[in-house]
């Protein structure tokens, strides 16, 4: 399969994964259904040690989940639909990506908000520049992260550093992000791509069965939690339904979906604050 979204390229054992899709890298309905592709694929791939994700737009890694895809999605039957009630189609695809064989790293040099941050959650090592930009937005218009964001942030960082990611609705840059836990350390721009390709070589080198046998300790120190994420999914995702049946929430971000270019995305936050000050009035 050819994709439109994403650029893929292959060093030995290490396979490098560019979101593409300009102008802002919104993740969309098509982006999703590549990704599952792509994560199919590696499933059964023994060539593929590593899985690097990074971004072909010097600005967005991801901007965030594509609103006028998410109004199609609600409404078109045509649009595939997660198998499971209590799963999401984008908690489907962040749980299938967090459970591959392969070691996933994320390299963020950019903004990256909504859905965007909660695929990276998803992976499981991560790099940001000190000038990056995170934000879970979805709370300032009544909303919440529900592709699995607002457990797996719960679950990585703990209940208070949530409360106030999920509700302060802010950005914040790559360094407080490697405070919190978010990614494993901030790194200048200058050496973020040698240190991030250093580590994806090293791992791609160990043995594969050395790998696997490091992933299956870790499933098994946080079984416990498999239980806790499935359980936050699902409460997750019967507050998105409900949430998005409010007249008021689906009237806003139809507004804001018409605001998705790079001018009013690079200071999301403060476009959101705008906007609600105008529907105020």
Known sequence: MEYKTLKVRRDGRVLYVDFDNAPLNLMTIEMVGELFDLAGKLVFDQETGVVVFGSANPEFFIAHFDLQDMFRAMNDPSVPQSKYDDINVLQALTTMWEALPQVTISLVDGIVRGGGLEFLLATHIRFATPESKFCFP????????????????????????????????????????????????????????????????????????????????????????????????????????????????????????????????RDLPGTIAESLSATAK
């Open 138 to 265: 979805e709370a300032s218009g009544g909303f919440l992260p529900t592709g699995g964001g607002t457990t797996r942030l719960a679950l990585q960082i703990g209940p208070a550093r949530t409360r106030e990611i999920v509700l302060s609705a802010r950005d914040f840059d790559g360094t407080e992000a490697a405070a919190y836990g978010i990614v494993n350390k901030a790194l200048d721009a200058k050496e973020i791509r040698s240190y991030v390709d250093d580590l994806a070589q090293r791992i791609a080198a160990r043995p594969a069965a050395s790998v696997a046998a490091v992933g299956e300790v870790l499933k098994t120190v946080y079984t416990s939690a498999v239980d806790a994420q499935f359980a936050g999914f699902a409460v997750e995702n019967t507050a998105m339904k409900t949430l998005l049946a409010i007249p008021a929430v689906q009237e806003y971000l139809q507004g804001l979906a018409k605001l998705q270019d790079v001018e009013h995305e």
